[in-house]
Nanobody
Framework: QVQLVESGGGSVQAGGSLRLSCAAY????????MGWFRQAPGKEREGVAA?????????TYADSVKGRFTISQDNAKNTLYLQMNDLRPEDTAMYYC??????????????????WGQGTQVTVSS
């Protein structure tokens, strides 16, 4: 049974940083597309970043976070990360970790992903 557990959310001021983690359980961390999504109140869930488990150079980012966010993984720990720098109030949302068994499709969509975590809240104040 695949389980994804996020942590690391919180409240920061604009310009601050947070690092989200997503621990993966119940499957071999191989040949999976791993992604981060976010959803603000009243808005659709949007893709933030994605990475292919077997090739850390295969990453993709939403234009709104390029240069500020970095997705990475520690395969030995079955853990996905999202380093978020220079946070802005518009980054405020619930952040979700997600996965599906295949290489990452670009662009990536929430409908591509089979497994989801419960989410972790990020709040950025101005």
């Amino acid at each position: 049974q695949v389980q994804l557990v996020e942590s690391g959310g919180g409240s920061v001021q604009a310009g601050g940083s947070l690092r989200l983690s997503c621990a993966a359980y119940g499957y071999t961390y191989s040949n999976y597309c791993m992604g981060w999504f976010r959803q603000a109140p009243g808005k659709e869930r949007e893709g933030v970043a994605a990475i292919y488990s077997d090739d850390t150079t295969t990453t993709t980012y939403a234009d709104s976070v390029k240069g500020r966010f970095t997705i990475s993984q520690d395969n030995a720990k079955n853990t996905l990360y999202l380093q978020m720098n220079d946070l802005r109030p518009e980054d405020t949302a619930m952040y979700y970790c997600a996965a599906y068994a295949d290489r990452c499709w670009v662009p990536f969509s929430p409908t591509d992903f089979s497994y989801w975590g419960q989410g972790t809240q990020v709040t950025v104040s101005s």
